[in-house]
């Protein structure tokens, strides 16, 4: 299995620390307004790669997290005369409801900062311990000139980087590109106390956040850690300073980060207007379409959303799910076996993981898929499967989609006008409109259906 490895910008091939086992950390959402459907690009294509991971036999402890303490967050929240806590856990839950649509298996754990402050504050007095970190009138921050790997991940030229591009500016400072760890508390701002009392009270810097996590969660080196190209730098590369300096180890054995999505060649943003949230792109799109499309181009490359990109993924997401339509469709024709069948299914899988094992590259892994669909309905064509062999065929299918998750095989007994009352339910409990969510409840029970909440939002069952 090779991976390209963002740090040293080359294909290594994945050795876990522990045999058998991958750790695998992937950076997380800030819960600060509703989710575009650009956020959705590393959780469906790292959702990819840990059910790929899964399928060549290694237990995943695929680990992520929500960066519920943030500049953003506090002014929306004051903005909206709502707590942080309220503001997070709308947002999360809109994100929740997406994700479960577009058929994303649940992480091993999801980690909220708030909850590691503690972690933040002990790797904070290390640092500053060590030498690395030092006190201002407003903040600890890092020192990087202390850290001589500072810039190796994203290769930036520091001399080159204008003071204060993406990292605050404050006069004070050793290098004038030092990073905050710790903000002092300010007034109407969530804040956090040492025990020991040897920094002043205040709440993480958002690098530090992360770093903390994992210094929490995984025991040692990491196996993959995960994340957009946008956050090269300075997110990841202030990870790596901190988390090395203050545990003398290797950090993370395989960098990898995901391509951004564009709108028709432009970035997205409100004030071109071509912003589209994700719960727009998966009603006006389809869920599926919507994972096709964001799986359909390689991890490392940028995906673009036009006219012509979206009927491309539709078509070739519709040729799958009809092969597999009319297999499910199929009483299979008697006595009548087909010869080739198991050299294509050979064929398909062998196919199917070199391209895979090579980086995940899933163009070609996906053009063996096209291609046993191809032999597939000219066998149905000249009437050539057996009964039994059309349930080899749709296992078979059921095997990929394991992996892919954007074909439908067994169909779901809750039918769709069931789903959108129940999203609809969500959204009125969202807005605190209790009224219309009690009473979109009775319908959905009236039509014979339960609907429980959970944490993720809902579940739904046929009434026994
Ligand atoms: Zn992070």
Known sequence: MKIFNSYTRQVQDLVPVIEGKVSMYVCGPTPYKEPHIGNAVPVVRYDLIRRYLEFKGYEVNFVTNVTDIDDKMINIANEREITIKELASEVITLLNNSTKKLNINEPTKTLYATKF??????????????????????????????????????????????????????????????????????????GWRDPLKQIPDGRPGWHMECSAMIYSEFTDTIDIHAGGQDLTFPHHECEIAQSEACFDFKFVNIWMH??????????????????????????????????????????????D???????????????????????????????????????????????????????????GALGYVFNFVTYVNSALDQEKLSSSNIEVVISKFKELNAILGFLI?????????????????????????????DSLRDKILELGFDIKDIKKGYEIKKKS
């Open 258 to 303: 995901n391509g951004l999505l564009n709108i028709s060649g432009e970035k997205m943003s409100k004030s071109l207007g071509n912003f589209i949230t994700l719960s727009e792109a998966i009603k006006k799109f389809s869920p599926m379409v919507v994972r096709y499309f964001l799986i359909s181009t390689h991890y490392r490359s940028p995906s």
């Open 409 to 437: 095989i067994e169909k779901s007994d809750i039918p769709d006008h069931v789903t959108d009352l129940a999203d609809q339910r969500l959204n009125a409990k969202i807005n605190k409109d209790y009224v219309l969510a």
């Open 117 to 190: 402050v503690d972690q933040v504050i002990s790797m904070t007095r290390i640092l500053m311990q060590k030498g690395y970190a030092y006190k201002l009138s407003d903040g600890i921050y890092f020192n990087i000139d202390k850290f001589p790997d500072y810039g190796k991940l994203s290769g930036v030229n520091l001399n080159e980087l204008e003071d204060g591009s993406r990292i605050d500016v404050n006069q004070e400072k050793i290098n004038p590109k030092d990073f905050v760890i710790w903000k002092f508390h300010k007034d109407g701002e969530p």
């Open 305 to 363: 959303l036009n006219d012509e990109t979206i009927d491309n993924a539709k078509n070739s997401l519709s040729r799958l799910q009809n092969c597999i339509d009319r297999l499910i469709a199929s009483d299979g024709f008697d006595n009548n076996d087909d010869s080739e069948l198991d050299a294509q299914i050979q064929n398909l899988f062998d196919g199917f993981v070199k391209h895979m094992d090579n980086d995940f590259d899933i163009s």
